[in-house]
């Protein structure tokens, strides 16, 4: 399994990125996804997931409000308003490692695997 997270860049402080997530090689709408992200120095963090049926969305008490989790049949979104210099990170994508796969487990790296190439963000005045 092959994920792929892009969309990253470099924003000012208030600004808006979406980030997606894709895969070619397995069939991704049976699968959770969940993002993460990794600051410079620091432990990597689980910040949202989506269910497979899309109905079940999660997120960390610091993006809630800020952060729009979605997905279609092939792509899996992260919509960021209002970012703010602490959300600078690498922000990747991944499946749950146990089943049932379709369900979010918590927001534990240690659950999720398949970590694809990440996306660097980058809130910066």
């Known amino acids: 399994v092959q994920l792929q997270a892009s969309g990253g860049g470099l924003v000012q402080p208030g600004g808006s990125l979406r980030l997606s997530c894709a895969a070619s090689?397995?069939?991704?709408?049976?699968?959770?996804i969940g993002w993460f992200r990794q600051a410079p120095g620091k432990e990597r963090e689980g910040v949202s997931c989506i269910d497979s049926s899309g109905r079940r969305l999660y997120y960390t008490d610091s993006v809630k409000g800020r952060f729009t989790i979605s997905r279609d049949k092939r792509t899996v979104f992260l919509q960021m308003n209002t970012l703010k210099p602490e959300d600078t990170a690498v922000y990747y994508c991944?499946?749950?490692?146990?089943?049932?796969?379709?369900?979010?487990?918590?927001?534990?790296?240690?659950?999720?695997?398949?970590w694809g190439q990440g996306t660097l963000v980058t809130v910066s005045s």
């Open positions: 090689d397995f069939t991704f709408g049976d699968y959770a």
């Open positions: 991944a499946i749950p490692r146990w089943a049932p796969v379709r369900l979010c487990p918590q927001l534990k790296g240690s659950d999720f695997g398949s």
